[in-house]
């Protein structure tokens, strides 16, 4: 019963660099989403996807590109990766959105961007 | 925009009951109301949810007043293991969309 699981859970790159956060879940949910959380600021989506080939952008979409080949797999790219953006990533999945459904959430990516 | 306001933090002694109040006043008629909460290092998890009146499960209960322009979460005696931060959502954000705004939670320390 892995759940959803998220990888690298610690990451450090450089200013410029590319980096993929990726995020695995085994439940078949439709709905998968990522966050970010900074001091201060709580979490902020960065982008959701409803189902495979389907994404919609959140509050924070900048700097980020987001893909669904597969329905369990939802990975984060930071195509030039700058110091705004250490933080650290959530990744979370819900079933279906029907009906107002909970979201589950992965353990987390702490990235810092040198 | 169902925009949500909560306290800061909160302090409160093991045994206690807790109430974290969050306001919400131009919530939509579809929406619901949603509770998380998350320890540190850890994601948030889900812990109650309510769209009028009194919902109660195993570890909360969250009562809705009829004008639903407010909410409150009750944790009945705390323990040490209920520090965390509280987020209180109301949404999703729009029509259409599963966009939801946990803004930056209700900080609880439970102290012994």
């Known amino acids: 019963d892995a759940g959803i699981t998220q990888s690298p859970r610690y990451k450090i790159t450089e200013t410029g660099r590319q980096v993929t956060l990726m995020c695995h879940q085994t439940?078949?949910?439709?709905?998968m989403f990522w966050y970010r959380q900074d001091l201060g600021h709580g979490l902020r989506l960065i982008y959701y996807?409803?189902?495979?080939?389907?994404?919609d952008k959140g509050e924070v979409p900048d700097g980020y590109v987001v893909s669904r080949s597969k329905t369990e797999n939802f990975p984060l790219t930071l195509e030039s990766a700058t110091r705004s953006q250490t933080s650290v990533y959530f990744c979370?999945?819900?079933?279906?959105?029907?009906?107002?459904?909970?979201?589950?959430f992965g353990p987390g990516t702490r990235l810092l961007v040198l | 925009l169902a925009k949500t306001t909560q306290p800061i933090s909160m302090d409160s002694y093991e045994g206690q009951e807790v109430n974290i109040t969050c306001s919400h006043n131009?919530?939509?008629?579809?929406?619901?109301i949603t509770w998380y909460q998350q320890f540190p290092s850890q994601g948030p998890r889900f812990i109650i949810q309510?769209?009028?009146t009194k919902v109660t499960n195993e570890v909360a209960s969250l009562f809705i007043p009829a004008d639903r322009k407010s909410s409150t979460l009750s944790l009945p005696r705390v323990s040490l293991s209920d520090t965390a931060v509280y987020y209180c959502?109301?949404?999703?954000?729009?029509?259409?969309?599963?966009?939801?705004?946990f803004g930056t939670g209700t900080r609880l320390k439970v102290l012994a």
């Open positions: 979370a999945s819900s079933e279906s959105m029907g009906k107002i459904e909970t979201q589950y």
């Open positions: 439940w078949s949910h439709s709905y």
């Open positions: 996807s409803a189902a495979a080939d389907i994404t």
């Open positions: 131009n919530i939509a008629t579809n929406d619901y």
């Open positions: 309510g769209y009028k």
């Open positions: 959502l109301v949404g999703p954000e729009a029509s259409g969309t599963y966009k939801y705004i």
